[in-house]
């Protein structure tokens, strides 16, 4: 007889799909340890991560494709919510392309991915990194949001906040967000840079030359609409 507290592997080949996005890699448990520990690498190409994002209703009008990505997660404790907790994953991504659609007005910001980081330390927020091309200008996306655990409780408010950074402007955006509520999304928002026709390439519009400029505002998307 035995039990998972005295079972200990070593590093075993596993697959799996995600939303139809195939993985591989491998799975090695040591159980014997206080707390278990698992280490799980995953590698896979052409992944949709956009259609898991609407799933999980963390964003709904963001698409992403990514050329490869590759995971690693340390998962620590047994029980899931101490799991989440304790344990730790970066995830770093190369080419693909990200897209943020508005279903109101139908426009779109299209970034090529040139390369990019997702990470959680244990107890920590999770945070990310783009780095990529609308069109020909360079630009640079920040990500925080909450901890992991956070993300699993229906009722909680995850604070988030991201940052684009572009040479002709920057763009901060700070809220908080329930995922499970569809959707349920408060935020603050601040634009600034030096001129606004500097903006043209990014919004496919045709803007006047002024600046410098600076334009802050808060929304708030429900179901009902943008208050």
Request: proline share 6%; hydrophobic share 45%.
């Amino acid at each position: 007889m035995w039990s998972i507290t005295s079972l200990s592997a070593s590093a075993s080949p596993v697959s799996l799909r995600v939303e139809s996005n195939a993985l591989r890699g491998t799975l090695a448990l040591d159980a014997r340890s206080d707390p278990p520990i698992a280490s799980l690498w995953l590698a896979g190409d052409d992944v949709d991560v956009g259609g898991l994002l609407r799933r999980l209703r963390v964003a709904q009008d963001v698409d992403l494709r990514i050329g490869k990505v590759q995971l690693y997660a340390d998962i620590r404790e047994r029980r899931l919510g101490d799991a989440l907790e304790q344990s730790s994953f970066v995830a770093s991504i190369e080419s693909g392309t990200l897209t943020f659609g508005d279903t109101n007005t139908r426009a779109a910001l299209r970034i090529a991915v040139a390369k990019g980081e997702l990470r959680a330390d244990a107890g920590g927020p999770v945070t990310g990194s783009i780095s990529g091309t609308v069109g020909a200008a360079p630009v640079a996306l920040k990500l925080q949001a909450g901890r992991l655990r956070e993300f699993m409780e229906p009722a909680a408010r995850l604070p988030f906040s991201l940052t684009v950074q572009t040479p002709a402007a920057k763009l901060a955006v700070s809220g908080t967000a329930v995922p499970q509520r569809n959707p349920d999304v408060a935020l603050s928002l601040s634009l600034t840079g030096e001129r606004l026709n500097a903006l043209d390439t990014f919004l496919e519009a045709s803007l006047p030359p002024w600046g410098p400029y600076a334009l802050t505002g808060q929304l708030r998307f429900t179901r009902r609409g943008y208050e």
